[in-house]
Structure formats: C-alpha cells, structure tokens
C-alpha cells in the first residue's frame, strides 16, 4: 500500500533542506502495510472512480483520508451528530445547526493537519507535467530507477483514467481533448512500456485522435519542444529560442528578465536545449513513436511548414502576423548566422549564461525549482551538462516532492504543494469561528509551520543580477525549500501572523518576533506598482504589448506579470490588520499604499459589477477578493457604488437552490458560467457568502445569506467532511488546478462568518 509520508528526508543523500524538511509530503509505496480488508478498500476506491471517471473527473484524496483515519480516528457518533436543514421550507437556519457543522467540520479537518502544522493535498489537475516527466527520466536512462514499478502502474492508472471518452486528453483533467496533452499522455504511455494494443485499445484511440486531426506536426510549441529532445520532432520545426535573448540589455523591455517568472524560467532551459539542439537517444522505440504519430513519414514532413502549425482545439492565442515574421527571420536568416564562426561564439556565450542561471535557481531552491514545468526542463540541462553531477542526483531527490497518489493514481503537482497558502486561509477559516478555545491545537501547530516557513536566509548572491525580487523576509506558496515567495502568500503569511501574535500564548504559541512582522511588511510595500495594483510574485516589469510576442498558443496571457485583484486585495487586508496593531510602523507608506491599491480595484471592476478571478473559479473567487480589498480600505455598501455594483452582480447569480456554481470555463470564456445542470459549489456558495458579508448583506437582506448557509451545511457528510465536487483553481486564463483543501476551508470560514456576524449579532436586536 501507498503511505503518505510527511516533512521527512534527513536521511536521503542528495536531498537537502533549510528546516529539515518541514512541509515536506512524499509518498511511498510500502509493499507489506496494510491488511487485507484495507487493501481491498483501496482498490475498490481506485475501481470506483474508474467506472464514474467521466460523471466525476476529480479524484476526492480517498487514500489520504483511509490512513488519516486510521492514524486520526475521529468518531462522532452520538457527540456531534449530522445536521439537515430541510430544503424548500420556511425552517429556519439556527444557531445549533451552524455550531453543530462547525464544530464536526472542525473535528474532522483537525485529523488531516500534520503535527508540523500544515494541511497535506493534492495540488495537480494540469494533464502535460506528467509525460513531461517521464519523458525527462526517460531521456537520461532513469525512468525506471526512480520510477520503480509501483511507480509506473499508478502513472498508467492516472493517464488512462483521465482519458476523454473521444480518446484524447484535456489540458486539465476537466478540460475537452487538446493535440498537447493527447501526444504527450500517448508518449508518455508507450514510454512506460504500453503498447499500442495495450488497454482495451484506448491507446490506439489516442493514435487516431492524433491522426485525425493531422498529427503531431500540429502540437503547440511547448510539445514541439518536448518531442524535440526526445527525437520524435525535428529541431528545425521549432520557431527560434535563441539563448542570446539574455544578453540583451536589460534596460530593454524584451529582456527576459523582465518577464513573468514562470514564463522566464521555462524559457531559460528550453533556450538552453534549443541553442545546443539536443537529442536524446535514439532507439527503436523512438523510431517507431517517430511512425505512429504522424500521417506521413517521418523524412517526408516539411518541418519549416510545422513551426506555425497548432491543432484547433489548443489555438487559445492566434499569433499575430508580426510575430510569424519576426520568426522567420530568426529561423532562417539570425539561426545560419549564428552557426558561423564568429558568431558561433555568441551563442556559446549565450549558452554559459543561460545555465549560469539555471545554477542559480536550483541552488536557490534546493532543486526543487518554482514548479514543476521548469523543474523537469532544469534537471534535464543539468544532466545534459555532466550526467555524473552532483547537481542532477539532487535533482532526482526531489522528483518525489512532486508526486501524489489519489485513488485516480499517481500524479504530477504543478508545485511541490500549496502548503503555506492553505494553512493561512485555514486559519482564516478557524479564527472565524470563534471556536479556538475548542481547536487551539490546530492554530497552535499552524502558527508553527507559518514561522517555519517565513523565508529568513538571505540569496547567496544579490537576487536582482538573476531578475529576481527581494525574498527574505516574505512567505512562498508551499514550502521554506520552495523558496519563492509569492505577493498573496507573503500577505496571506502576515496577516494571520499579525492575527495569531495577538492570542494567548497558552492557545497558540509563541508569536512570530516583532521584527520579523517589520521586515515582511517592508517586502509587502515593495511589491506594489505605480498603478495601486500588485502582481504575482514580483513588480510588473514590462507591457501588455509584449504579449504580441509570446509564442505560447494555448495558454492565455503569460509573458509578463500582470496585476491582479486577488493579490492586490490580499495586502491591503494584510497591512490593514497590521496597522490596527501596530498603527505606527510606516504609516504614512500603509496609508498610501491602500489609497492606491482600492483604486486600481476600482479601476479593474467590470461593468457588471464583477472582478475576473485568475487564480480560482472565476468571478465569485475574484468578486470576493475585490469586495473585501474595498471594505478593508475604508470603502462601505452605503459610499461605494463597486460594492454595491458587485453585490447586485453575486447576488443575480444565486441559484434556486441558495448555493453559487461556477464553471471552469468561466476563466477560459471570460463569461460567467453556470456549473451543468445549474447545479451549486460549496466552494462559490463559500466565496459569495464571504463577499455578501463583508459588505453589509445582513443588515439589508439576510434572506440570501440563509439560503446559501442551508446548502453548505445539507452538504457536510456524515463524518464531518465536505464532499469533493468540480475543479476550482486557475492559471493562465484557461488551465485548472487542484486545491483539495479548499472543500473543506472554504465552508467552515464562511458558515464562521456567518455564525458570528449574521446569526448571533440578530439576536441583539
């Protein structure tokens, strides 16, 4: 059986670490755990999701919550029994029911804590990270040393149960079939020994989706990179990613240093393969992927005319006519040049920067890199540059980090986790309660991973001459060893900081030193542009237009930094809630900081009233985020024609039912999108009623705010826990993400909220 196992690692080797591993979750396959009765649950949990695959097409973390169970055991029979509120009745929403939801959602979500203080889940959902890493281990010969067979049989799990019915894969696991992730999962497949008979014939339906379609000549330019050095794909059917791009000036605003940080960080290693056009090994398996995956033979294929070809179904963005043409100049007048003496020099030159920094970030991050795309790309250069390093094993140590195991098999996380951002936002959830007294325990072990995990060590080199931020001081997304901080996360990690200093030692520990709540607000007001709004995780370095240059054709827009409501919104709540207990430090910077931060929230708010969530589904996540960064700046209902706008848009989005349910494709459409079947997310429902909240509802009309409080507490199951329902993170306008955790924070906070700020202040009047 599979055993999930936590901030463990002092004993691997290569594997190093800041705090000895704390956030850690790895899982590992023990062949001899477990009885017989527990063994066969786990398989009729792996054959329960394979059969309603295509009804439920994200996986619950039933694995997780077998061993919780029986590591936690948490039984609430005859102390906390279930609660319904009946549907379609004039019965009230009472107290009672809400304490007693609250309280068995509490127990329940207590057992799934580690001790180290941080929530354990599965943070996957994107379909192309695992054939990416297949093909990387693959290439350098360790596919099935690291992957060792228990390994692969889940792999195969996975990708076969996340199979369309039409044969293809999505981009994520909810998505419609696309030409990227339905070559890559078929090569990823053969590469694990399946053949093209093998598994009732879906691996020769994903053939003929490919083919009927016109074959991999019209995969997107990130699988063409792929295949590429895997030696399926000709290099010359790639337009340029010259590594000579970072020698630019980087005054100019085309440097990549002045690009998003993940799209930077991908570039770096695919400019690094590209410059020295690297092939893997080329075998009989290679040779024959090179037959199957194309309507004509291979040395037939006018691999010019392939660098602009894109299936349909992954055209997200159309290159611009000047791009095309910036292109084929590149391609066939800059490439010959720079092959020449002395112009070959350059791109030697180039090629030593480039994995300069490369070095830099995996040193940066204990080879754990910022997520797991420009992880795998990394590890691949580094073995490319000395397949005996030292580097490259410490780059197989973490693989682990990235890998999860759900009843649905064994998936590729984006990060190595959303440690961090999960336990701020429990704690969110726990403090609104006002239970603490009754679960301390959690906030105490949480406050201690929020202290762990504050970035404290300065970079060993100044970060700006690797177009990096300042980062000490700030909090990243998952884990200390991670070692980007992000804005929401560095904001998110501040305000519960600044929350949990406030409270009894006694209840939930020693505080966080004063000095390093100083130090991390001075990281906050850093983050900030001229426009009032904050970006992701660095300033906005460069324009809008240069997305006319980005050559990523199904993604959305990615090639800068852009600002957001969400992190914008995130730290005015911080130094809000920072200056309310320190009211000295800085003010005059806070002050002006907020000023400028609601009015770029102002500015961003669409007609309909609605914020654009980019990182959760989709206009409720955002329409939140937007509402609260108003009220925490001064704004009210009764002055602000946003707040009142954005409640009149949420409020026209209540289902009959009482709850909200947003669709993914919200974020791909820009449209706001029902759930199919009009059916409500305990989620959104969540969201919406945080918003409704904070702005005031109760006092005008509670009535929406009981109806959506009777739907998340006829939801909870019998054991407390919330049920797993549709896809809720996002990225790029139209990829989704993972947050398991966020079915079981989101309702507490908000039936919290709703307890202490509807309920009990009605009875006072």
């Not at 994903?206 to 330019?221: D, E, F, N, V």
């Not at 706001?672 to 997310?681: D, M, V």
Request: glycine share 8%.
């Amino acid at each position: 059986m599979w055993k999930l196992k936590l901030s463990e690692g002092i004993n691997e080797p290569w594997g190093r670490s800041l705090n000895n591993h704390v956030g850690r979750q790895v899982w590992e396959f023990e062949p001899n755990l477990g009885t017989p009765e527990e063994q066969a649950q786990v398989e009729k949990l792996r054959n329960d999701f394979t059969k309603n695959r295509f009804q439920m097409k994200h996986s619950s973390d039933l694995l997780m919550r077998l061993q919780f169970v029986k590591e936690n055991p948490c039984d609430m029979k005859g102390q906390l029994p279930q609660v319904k509120v009946e549907e379609n009745s004039e019965e009230e929403v009472n107290e009672e029911a809400v304490n007693t939801t609250l309280r068995r959602a509490l127990r329940f979500y207590s057992t799934l804590q580690s001790e180290d203080g941080f929530w354990p889940g599965d943070y996957a959902g994107p379909l192309f990270l695992l054939p990416c890493l297949v093909i990387g281990l693959y290439i350098t010969g360790d596919l099935n040393t690291i992957l060792q067979v228990e390994y692969r049989r889940e792999m195969l799990r996975y990708l076969y149960n996340h199979q369309n019915e039409d044969g293809g894969w999505g981009l994520h696991i909810e998505g419609e079939s696309t030409m990227l992730n339905t070559v890559l999962s078929y090569v990823g497949l053969r590469l694990l020994g399946e053949r093209m008979d093998g598994e009732d014939g879906a691996i020769e339906k994903a053939r003929k989706w490919i083919l009927g379609r016109g074959g991999a000549t019209y995969i997107p330019s990130w699988g063409k990179i792929w295949l590429s050095v895997l030696g399926v794909y000709d290099w010359s059917g790639n337009n340029p990613i010259p590594p000579e791009t970072w020698l630019l000036p980087d005054f100019l605003p085309t440097h990549p240093g002045r690009m998003w940080c993940h799209t930077r960080l991908v570039l770096l290693p695919t400019s690094y393969l590209y410059g020295k056009r690297f092939v893997g090994k080329i075998n009989s398996l290679v040779l024959c992927l090179r037959e199957e995956l194309y309507t004509r033979p291979y040395d037939k294929i006018d691999w010019n005319c392939a660098r602009f070809l894109c299936a349909q179904e992954d055209l997200y963005r159309q290159h611009p006519m000047f791009q095309d043409m910036l292109w084929n100049f590149s391609h066939k007048v800059a490439e010959p040049l720079l092959k020449k003496w002395p112009f070959s020099k350059i791109r030697q030159i180039g090629l030593d920067t480039v994995m300069k920094h490369i070095h830099y970030e995996d040193e940066n991050t204990q080879y754990i890199c910022i997520a797991g795309v420009n992880k795998v790309l990394n590890m691949l250069c580094r073995w490319v540059e000395d397949p005996n390093s030292e580097a490259y094993k410490r780059h197989l140590a973490r693989i682990k980090d990235y890998l999860w195991v759900a009843e649905d098999g064994m998936k590729m996380q984006a990060y190595n986790g959303s440690q961090l951002w999960d336990t701020a936002f429990a704690v969110h959830a726990i403090l609104s309660t006002n239970l603490v007294d009754e679960y301390g325990s959690m906030l105490k072990k949480a406050n201690n991973y929020i202290k762990t995990t504050q970035v404290r060590t300065k970079s060993f080199e100044d970060p700006s001459c690797w177009y990096r931020h300042e980062f000490q001081e700030g909090w990243p997304f998952s884990s200390l060893d991670n070692g980007w901080i992000a804005t929401d996360t560095t904001a998110e990690g501040l305000n519960v900081s600044v929350l949990l200093s406030e409270m009894s030692y006694d209840l939930v520990g020693e505080a966080i030193p004063l000095n390093r709540l100083f130090e991390a607000v001075n990281v906050v007001l850093s983050l900030q542009n001229s426009s009032g709004g904050v970006a992701s995780y660095e300033r906005t370095r460069s324009y809008a237009w240069m997305e006319m240059l980005n050559p990523v054709e199904n993604f959305g827009e990615s090639i800068i930094d852009y600002q957001y409501v969400e992190c914008t919104s995130s730290t005015i709540q911080c130094l809000k809630s920072f200056t309310k207990h320190y009211p000295k430090h800085r003010r005059r910077e806070i002050e002006e900081f907020i000023a400028k931060g609601a009015n770029f929230i102002e500015s961003i708010q669409r007609p309909d009233g609605s914020w654009y969530g980019s990182w959760g589904v989709c206009f409720t996540y955002g329409t939140w985020f937007g509402i609260k960064g108003l009220v925490d700046s001064g704004r009210k209902y009764e002055n602000s024609q946003s707040i009142r706008k954005a409640c009149d848009f949420l409020l026209s989005k209540q289902l009959d039912s009482g709850g909200w349910g947003e669709s993914y494709l919200s974020c791909v459409d820009r449209v706001y999108t029902n759930l199919e079947g009009n059916k409500a997310h305990n989620v959104n429902t969540a969201w919406a009623m945080l918003a409704l909240i904070e702005a005031g509802q109760a006092h005008r009309d509670p009535t929406p705010l009981h109806r959506a409080a009777r739907v998340l507490i006829n939801s909870q199951m019998e054991n407390g826990d919330f049920p797993q329902q549709e896809i809720m993170g996002s990225f790029t306008r139209n990829c989704m993400i993972s947050y398991s955790a966020w079915r079981n924070i989101f309702p507490i906070w908000a039936l919290g909220a709703y307890y202490n700020r509807v309920l009990l202040p009605s009875k006072k009047f």
